[in-house]
């Protein structure tokens, strides 16, 4: 039985300032799924007000901002990374200190009903929306490509930071167009290819998960990992337009390096030794 979560339709309750304009939290288009009984998802919420009342502090985390002309007009725009609940129609928290396990983190996120989009300082530029599935704590990676595909415009990667015990996961490219945002091309990738966000330390171990701890304290050493964050040249280079280098898992799991055209999309072969 799967039990499916509509999205609250919601008024424009909050404004966020981006850059000098202010802008309006969107609708989540998508509903979120749960494959599971109505008492599952009854569950979730009972363990999470279970966990909520050993008071763990909440931990805003890291957002995404970048810069880049994505519509072609010849001015600079800003993307700024966004983590909303649906339950209470506001900005949300990513992370918490004093969790006792990393199971604890995907209940609370699940139970938050989280809605992980990008809105733009330009109100003329669309949402892009990343993911309202239940599992999800924004977004792992946000970059500026510039104009990969030669129309003009900036392309942008992104990577989503699944509420998972996954360390799979996939890299996107996404372009402006026809007044939306278009998925153009992705890739497989692991985790551990990206480096940690300022605020939430990996230490990867079964299944990328193990001994994910937050730190609210020591700012040196958040100031540290976003320089490296914005320093890091990401898994994509422009080769040509069109043509770019990519750095993916490949279907022996070994990480390998390809020049590929983005007009097509990648396939994976088993590797012959």
């Known amino acids: 039985m799967e039990k499916t979560l509509t999205l609250l339709s919601f008024l424009l309750l909050s404004i966020f300032s981006c850059g000098t304009n202010p802008i309006s939290i969107p609708v989540a288009p998508e509903t979120i799924v749960i494959d599971s009984p109505r008492v599952e998802v009854n569950k979730i919420h009972e363990d999470a007000v279970k966990i909520l009342a050993k008071k763990p502090t909440p931990v805003f985390g890291y957002r995404f901002i970048i810069e880049g002309d994505f519509d ?10 966004h983590y909303f609940s649906q339950k209470t129609h506001t900005e949300t928290n990513k992370f918490y200190e004093g969790l006792e396990d990393y199971d604890d983190l995907v209940t609370l996120s699940i139970d938050k009903e989280p809605f992980s989009f990008a809105l733009c300082d330009n109100k003329n530029i669309d949402t892009l929306y990343i993911t309202s599935m239940g599992q999800v704590l924004g977004l792992s990676y946000l970059k500026n490509e510039g104009d990969l595909n030669g129309d003009g415009t900036d392309e942008v990667s992104y990577v989503i930071n699944w509420a998972d015990w996954s360390n799979l996961n996939t890299w996107h490219i996404a ?30 171990g079964l299944f990328g998960t193990q001994g994910k701890i937050i730190n609210t304290q020591n700012d040196s050493i958040n100031r540290s990992m976003e320089a490296e964050l914005k320093n890091f040249k990401g898994l994509v280079k422009k080769i040509k337009k069109n043509k770019i280098q990519i750095t993916f898992k490949n279907m022996e799991a070994s990480e390998e390096t390809r020049v590929v055209d983005i007009r097509v999309p990648l396939k994976l072969e088993p590797v012959e030794w």
């Open 72 to 81: 072609g007009d010849g001015k600079m725009e800003k993307l700024i990374e």
């Open 175 to 204: 372009t402006y167009k026809n007044n939306r945002w278009e998925e153009i091309y992705s890739f497989p990738i692991w985790d551990w290819q990206l480096p940690d966000l300022p605020g939430a330390f990996n230490d990867y």
